[in-house]
């Protein structure tokens, strides 16, 4: 028989197709292995990197540190003078016609939280007896009256900001403009804090809070157990996003629970939450990076001191608090100055500044809203 026989030709030819099948399968499986045990490895250290974090956040929320806490008592004559100074700043900056307070002394622009802010401001003026009851209502009803007839985003929501004169919405430019920014469910939820407080503390007041918040799409501030906001894009479409950082989001998530709005996710800052140093005292901070719209990734002492004041600390902010407290105290006994450490508004209308603790991991920054 020839040697170079078709019957041998196709015996070869089969043999090498069999050989090249099992060097693929051979090198397929051996780089199925390879991914597996890649992947087994990374979750591995995943899952040592979680643990490695949630036992150093247990630590620092048990900490056995003292941290004192003053418990109310009467104002001195200081403090006394202290709240009445304080209180000019609304007494020259509101609108008599719409009762609407100025962000900015001067100024015919109010963001949503100052409103908030507002609110909160008078109930803790009337407390302390800087004002009356009867001035107290007054400035009430001409807010309520006001913010009934606010236009609302998209037919939704507040806008970030409205003129205090004419109620209208402003716009990217600063000026009034008929369809706005968006809104912010970290801003609103201050204004939905005072809500509360005035429904508890001055019932009467309850039928036209129940208006207005009426006339709101509350649900939209939330998704999926996170805060929710909204925004104008280029293209003039309307956009939801994720919103909150680390303190803010924390702050905003307990005052929606109060409205039976599901915020587990917000609420619980500890899939984001690493512990650093600054100045020898250890922090905590939002891992995630900042972005203008979703949020700034910063440490301030406004959420804290808001949180305290107006919520009460848990177990997991009153450690958190602390320490920023801690921070400041440590730099003052360095440099001998008392650094401030929160949010501000530039002469512009939309210029807010944010003077922290750290921003994006670089220490002692201000930076603006972008």
């Not at 007494?91 to 507002?118: C, F, K, M, Q």
Request: with cysteine.
């Amino acid at each position: 028989m020839n040697s170079d026989s078709p019957y041998r030709r196709r015996s070869r030819r089969s043999g090498r197709r069999r050989r090249e099948r099992l060097l693929r399968n051979v090198s397929y499986a051996l780089g199925l292995c390879a991914v597996v045990a890649l992947g087994m490895l990374g979750w591995i250290v995943f899952q040592r990197v979680e643990q490695d974090r949630a036992t150093a956040w247990r630590r620092f929320i048990s900490s056995d540190t003292d941290i004192p806490i003053r418990h109310p008592q009467p104002l001195t004559a200081e403090e006394v003078r202290w709240a009445g100074a304080a209180w000019q700043y609304f007494e020259r900056n509101t609108s008599p016609r719409t009762g609407l307070p100025a962000s900015v002394a001067g100024g015919r622009t109010v963001h949503v939280e100052d409103i908030g802010t507002y609110l909160l401001a008078s109930i803790a003026a009337h407390r302390l007896g800087v004002i009356e009851i009867g001035a107290f209502n007054d400035r009430m009803s001409r807010v309520f009256d006001s913010l009934a007839r606010l236009p609302l985003f998209d037919g939704a929501l507040p806008n970030h900001a409205y003129d205090i004169q004419k109620l209208g919405m402003i716009g990217r430019d600063g000026e009034m403009d008929v369809v706005g920014t968006g809104w912010s469910a970290v801003d609103i939820s201050r204004l939905l804090l005072a809500f509360k407080i005035i429904c508890w503390e001055y019932p009467y007041f309850t039928p036209q809070v129940r208006d207005i918040v009426g006339r709101w799409q509350l649900p939209l501030l939330v998704n999926g157990g996170q805060m929710q906001g909204a925004h104008l894009s280029r293209t003039g479409r309307v956009v939801l996003h994720r919103e909150g950082r680390l303190g803010y989001e924390e702050y905003a998530a307990r005052v929606m629970a109060l409205y039976n709005m599901e915020t587990h996710r917000a609420g619980d800052g500890r899939s984001h939450i690493q512990l650093t140093h600054i100045d020898g005292v250890e922090l905590a901070i939002d891992t995630r990076p900042s972005f203008p719209i979703e949020g700034l990734s910063l440490v301030t002492s406004d959420p804290y001191i808001a949180h305290g004041l107006e919520l009460g600390w848990n177990r997991e902010t009153l450690p958190m608090a602390f320490q920023v407290f801690r921070v400041q105290r440590q730099r003052f006994a360095t440099i001998g100055e008392p650094t401030a450490v929160g949010a501000g508004y530039l002469e512009a209308p939309s210029g807010r500044v944010h003077c922290a603790l750290i921003v994006d991991n670089r220490s002692w920054r201000c930076v603006d809203d972008d």
